[in-house]
Structure formats: structure tokens, C-alpha cells
DNA sequence: GATGAATGAGTGTTCATTCAT
DNA sequence: TATGAATGAACACTCATTCAT
């Protein structure tokens, strides 16, 4: 893609993330990118265009991203469950909660979706139903080899989901993603997966 | 209080909570309100003044409501847990995250946090921190009599409150709070307390 | 006069001479008195009617204080010339140039004259044409008692006018008027003076 | 420089000139310059710097003639006097207080210098101190060449600048510049400058 | 590919003033 | 006497966008 392009992607994206979508303003950008705002209309056709753009990326990241995670489930059938867990877990915590394109993304979506309803179900998708969804079929597999017992995969997986996802909108989504909340996020998201197993196995 | 000032606060509140702070014009408003645009800086220096005032009769009436339940706590100490819960979620639910002003507010605050530092630590007081400590402490008290046997209070609140700001999240800050949504939450949410406290007593 | 009327015109004259008459709104004046806006337009029909009630008191003011000079003139034909001087100029100084009232209306003067016809003509009748008209008297006076030679007494009028308002302009219309200011003044302008009667003297 | 620019710069002047700054609007520049208000800002970030600009430009131009001023009494250190006289001054009224460019400035100095304290140094400097000090130097130069008699330059110069200073201020700085005010102005300073010229010889 | 120049619609805010109480 | 409440007109300034070059 054409470089200058690919800047203001970028610029975009890091300002929109930090002051949504409507408060970043084509002259914002253009300070950063070093062009002259009339510029941008000959890469993009509007300023939404831009927004659309970043979306529809992350969208094909994610898609990606969650195909594999459930490829791994048919591969890994036999594994254990330990190994599995472990693999998903880091994937979707380093590769997707924060990895900096998405989280970026999911930061501009949470700020937009309550004044966007297109936003809105991006948001509902890829946040909520996906990653439950995901979760879901993860424990109807442990299930069904019998690692664990009997049960109701759609709790369990709102039982093990819910804690990651609000230990990531406390620190993975709240201002600039820094080192320091990472290691915060992943302390209280390992912490509660460890625990999360223990009382399995007991029961 | 000035009946015009209240219907201003309460017409901006309303619009602040669908499209955010900033996207709001002091036109929006007076559209509404059917003053003119001058009238308001009869009432208020200017707009953020609004938003101050929107948020300060906010945190007034979440300091009474937290401070309510926590006196609950100390009566009911010898009250069976079922009561005890019973009674602070509901007034949690119902007069808390579903009240009208109180819904309205986190959800204005939800969007305005990533790109507001004061706002960000509002958001984090009232969501995160202070319901979590509040049941931490229920957890600690039921400990402390034995209902529950012993266990890191911590750790069980956020499995408890968890599962619930995630329902919240997804049926009560998303968009206009409708009956259905109220009801989907309730639904859910109930779910979890009731598996939540099966699975406390098995144990 | 009533109270309130008074401070309105002492603060609304205090802020006109710093800032100029259209720079003050009322909202300013009523900050200083303490009233609201709306108490003005008891007092006065409206702001510029503020600015008349200073105007004409200035001129009356204005008008006593030269009759009385001129008056002087007509006693003390038979003074000493230099014990004319010496009244007449210590009073112009102290009494006009550098009274409170009078100092700030002439910076109100010399703000507003550029803009407004009307204060032109009185900035101009009051700081040049009738000064110069008292000296001019004052040297014909001088000259047809044979006091100084026949000389023209309307360039001796400029000639000992023109430093005096040089140093006024330089000392006592820039900004607040401060007692090290006045100091200058009076130093410049009574060296001029004493140089003005040597050479007088010595022709 | 480009053309729109340059037009508003003039029409500001002009506006700012007879009104003062702050007394003109962007609306009225652009009413004349034919120009939408928001183009304004195209070429300039915000009002003041239209001021800022215009300033600047007087600064270098007052510079230059001064410095003009300057070197012309080194170089004609064994001219008569009547020749420097002449020539200088010529250049002063003529290239200075009564061009039009300067005229217009020193009119928007007087205006806003009250309420303005950099306004304030920038008149000081350029209408008493400047000229007042190049007057000194002339008189100490004449001194020196024994034209005229020992005597103290600061005060002759202050003899010979003041009444022009109140003949520039009656006739050049009220109003429009006009023919008639020109005329005037120039038959009193000529006046005045053969007056003393006549006195400095006889003594 | 990029930009100089322009613009219409909109932003928050200030102002002098009015008028019923 | 004073003020609470309102307003129309104006203000400096920002924004996304257009278009000829």
C-alpha cells in the first residue's frame, strides 16, 4: 500500500484510539502525518472512509486470528487441557487483547459504540458473542472427551470470561496500553485462570 | 432548583448518555430544552459546567446508595446470606446500574473515559473499585461467621461481580436502556447469582 | 446622588481609563460594584449613557478649574510674573492633569478619541486648544505689561505648552497612574519651566 | 506575498486604524477584503496575528528609516546645519508621521497602547524615546562642531521634538489623514523649526 | 500525488438590553 | 431599588470538504 496511505492509517487510528473517532480532526492527523489536510481527500474519500478502512482491517485480523484459535480446538483434541488452555489463552491475551492494532481498535470501538450502532455490533461481535462463543465450544469439547464434568459450557464460559474481560477493561483499555498494566492484566488473568482450574479438578 | 436549569441538566444528560460530552451542542440542547442558546450561560459559566454539576449530584447520590448498602451490612449481620444478597443486589440493580440518572451517567461515562483523565478515574471508583470492595467486604463478613468457609475474599468478589458488569456491559450500557434489555440483564444476571451461591453451598 | 449610581460611575470610570470604553462590558462594572447586570439600566438608560454622565461631569469640572485660572489671570495682573506661573501651573498639575477624576477621563479620552467624533472634539478642546488659549492669554497679558517683549504669544503658548504635554503623555496618560510616574513628571515639567524663564529672562 | 493576504493585511490596518483592534471585527475585515471568515484563517492562525504581522512590518520599516536617519548624520558631519535640518526632517514627517503605512500604525499604537502593554513599549519607544534620542544626537553632533554654543542636548532636543509631537497629535493623529490636516500640520512644525532656528542663531 | 485557497455550516461564548416581579 | 430570566446579535474560531493547479 502507498506509504503516505499507510501513515495516515496509522496517525488515525493512534488518535482516534485515545480521543474517539470525532474528536480527532483531518487537521489532527495532518500535523502528525506532515501533509496538507487536502491531501488526505486524495487517499480517502471522506474521514469516515478512513474509519471504515481500520475496521474492515481488524475485522480480517480478528477473523484470522479467530479461525486459527479454532482450528487449534479440532487439531487438539487429544491434548490435554492444561496445554490447550495455555496456548488459546496466550494467543488471544498477546495476539488480540493486546496486541497494539487491536487493542487500539477495540479501545476507538468502545468509545463509538454508544453513539454508533454499526460500531455497536462490531463491538457486541468481537468483544462479547465471539469470545463466549469461542469459550463455549472450548468447554462442550472438554465435555464431551470428559475431561470435565458434566456441565453448562455456556456458564462455564461466562464464569471463565467474564473476570478476563473486565480485568482487560480495567487496565488493557483504559488510556495509552502501557507495560506496567500488561503485566497488571496478565497477574490478575493468570491468577484467575490458575484458580479457575483448581476448583475444577476438585469438583 | 430553577425549573429551565433542571430541564437543561436533564436534556443534556440525556443526549451526553447516547452521543458523548463533546459530540453534544449547546444547540442540541437548547433544541430541546426550546431556549435559546444564550439563556444557558445564564445558569451556567459554561459547558463543562454542566457536565460538573451532571456529575457531582451523580456521585452524591452513588456516595448515599453505596453508603446504604454498607450499613445493611453491619444490621444484617446475623440475617441469613440469602436476605442479605437478595437485598443488596436488588437495590444494586435497581437503583444503581438500571436507575434512570445513574445509567445515564455511567453510560456518558463510559465513552467520555478514554479521553478524559478525571472522568477515567470517576469510572474507576464507581464501576470497578467500589463495588468490588463492597464485596469483598460482604464476602469477608460471611467468612467471618462462618456462613462460608474460609477463602480469599478478594478473589471471590471478582467471580462474583464479574459475570455481572460483563452482563451489564452488554445489555445495560449499550445504546438506549429498553425494558427488554433490563429484562435480558435481570435474566442473566439472577442466573449467575443463584448457580454462584449452588455452588458455594456444595462446597 | 445615590450611592449605587456613584460606585457604578467611580468603577465604570476606573475600568473606561484602563481599558477603553467598548474593551469594559457592564458585566465588568457590575463584577466591581457588586450589583447585576440588570440594576444598571435603573441607574442608566444605557452604557453609553454612563459614559455621558462622566463626560459632562468631567467638562464641568473642567470648566470650573480654567475660569478659576483665568480668573487668577485678571487679580494678579499685578503680580510678579513668577508667582503667576507658579500658581497657575501647580494647579493645572495637581488639579487637572494629574486629579484622579480628570487623569482617567483624559486616558478615556485619548483611548476613545481615535474612534468617536464626539470625544474628539472634547479630547482636542480640552488638551489643546484650551490650554494653549489660558497661555496664550497669559503671555499677552505678560507682554502688554511689559513683563517679557512683544513677542507672539501664540508660539511662546506652544513653545512652553508643547513639553508639558510631551511629559504628560510620556508620564501621566500610560497606564495607572503611580505616584513614581508623577514624580517624573513633576521633574520633567519644572525643568522646562525654570529653562523656560532663564532664556525668557536673558532676552 | 499572496494577494488575499496582503489585502487583508491592508484593509485590517485601515479598520484597526480608525477603530482600534479590538473594536474591529474579522467580520468587518472580511466584508471588505470580499472574503468568507473562515478563509481568514487560512492565512493567518488567529486574529492577533494579523496585528502581530502588522507591527512586525512597521518595526522593520521604522528601523530602516531610522537608521537612514542616523547614517545621514555621519556622512554629513560638515554639511551646514539648515541642509541636515531640511533633509531630515523632510523625511521624518514625510516618510514617517505622515506616511501612510506608519501613519496608520502609530493611529492603532495610540488607540490600544492603554490597554495594551506591549502596544505600550512598542509607542514609547518608536514615538517619544527613538526620535527623542536621534534628536539628542543631532544637537550634541551640532555642539560638537561648534555650530551651535555649549549647551545641554537632551533638553534641546526635547524643545525642538515636543511641539512637533503636539502638532503630529492635533493635526496627524485624529482621524483620517487628510490634505487639509497634512497642510496644517506641516505649516505649524515649519513654523516652529524657522522659530528656532532664528533663536539659536541670535544667541 | 500533493497542495494552495477557499468556504458553509457549526462551535462555545459574550454582550447590551428588556421586562416582569 | 434590585434582580431573575431571557434573548438576538455578534464574536473568534474550527471543521470537513472541494477544486483548480
Given at each position: 500500500?502507498?506509504?503516505?496511505?499507510?501513515k495516515i492509517l496509522d496517525v488515525a487510528l493512534d488518535l482516534f484510539s485515545q480521543n474517539g473517532f470525532s474528536a480527532v480532526s483531518i487537521?489532527?492527523?495532518?500535523?502528525?502525518?506532515?501533509?496538507?489536510?487536502?491531501?488526505?481527500?486524495?487517499?480517502?474519500?471522506?474521514?469516515?472512509?478512513?474509519?471504515?478502512?481500520?475496521?474492515?482491517?481488524?475485522?480480517?485480523?480478528?477473523?484470522?486470528?479467530?479461525?486459527?484459535?479454532?482450528?487449534?480446538?479440532?487439531?487438539?483434541?487429544?491434548?490435554?487441557?492444561?496445554?490447550?488452555?495455555?496456548?488459546?489463552?496466550?494467543?488471544?491475551?498477546?495476539?488480540?487483547?493486546?496486541?497494539?492494532?487491536?487493542?487500539?481498535?477495540?479501545?476507538?470501538?468502545?468509545?463509538?459504540?454508544?453513539?454508533?450502532?454499526?460500531?455497536?455490533?462490531?463491538?457486541?461481535?468481537?468483544?462479547?458473542?465471539?469470545?463466549?462463543?469461542?469459550?463455549?465450544?472450548?468447554?462442550?469439547?472438554?465435555?464431551?472427551?470428559?475431561?470435565?464434568?458434566?456441565?453448562?459450557?455456556?456458564?462455564?464460559?461466562?464464569?471463565?470470561?467474564?473476570?478476563?474481560?473486565?480485568?482487560?477493561?480495567?487496565?488493557?483499555?483504559?488510556?495509552?496500553?502501557?507495560?506496567?498494566?500488561?503485566?497488571?492484566?496478565?497477574?490478575?488473568?493468570?491468577?484467575?485462570?490458575?484458580?479457575?482450574?483448581?476448583?475444577?479438578?476438585?469438583?
Amino acid at each position: 500500500m502507498n506509504e503516505t496511505k499507510q501513515k495516515i492509517l496509522d496517525v488515525a487510528l493512534d488518535l482516534f484510539s485515545q480521543n474517539g473517532f470525532s474528536a480527532v480532526s483531518i487537521r489532527d492527523i495532518c500535523k502528525v502525518v506532515d501533509i496538507k489536510e487536502s491531501s488526505v481527500y486524495y487517499h480517502f474519500k471522506n474521514k469516515q472512509a478512513i474509519l471504515d478502512e481500520l475496521l474492515q482491517h481488524f475485522e480480517s485480523i480478528a477473523t484470522g486470528l479467530m479461525s486459527q484459535l479454532e482450528q487449534a480446538l479440532t487439531i487438539t483434541q487429544k491434548t490435554i487441557k492444561g496445554n490447550l488452555f495455555e496456548q488459546t489463552c496466550d494467543c488471544f491475551f498477546e495476539k488480540y487483547l493486546m496486541d497494539e492494532y487491536c487493542n487500539k481498535i477495540m479501545r476507538l470501538l468502545s468509545i463509538e459504540r454508544l453513539s454508533n450502532n454499526e460500531i455497536q455490533k462490531i463491538y457486541n461481535y468481537w468483544i462479547f458473542d465471539k469470545p463466549l462463543n469461542f469459550q463455549t465450544k472450548v468447554f462442550s469439547l472438554l465435555i464431551s472427551i470428559r475431561i470435565i464434568k458434566t456441565a453448562d459450557s455456556k456458564y462455564l464460559a461466562v464464569k471463565f470470561y467474564a473476570p478476563i474481560y473486565l480485568f482487560a477493561q480495567r487496565w488493557l483499555f483504559c488510556g495509552t496500553l502501557t507495560d506496567e498494566h500488561k503485566q497488571f492484566f496478565r497477574g490478575n488473568a493468570y491468577e484467575h485462570i490458575n484458580n479457575f482450574f483448581k476448583e475444577m479438578e476438585s469438583t
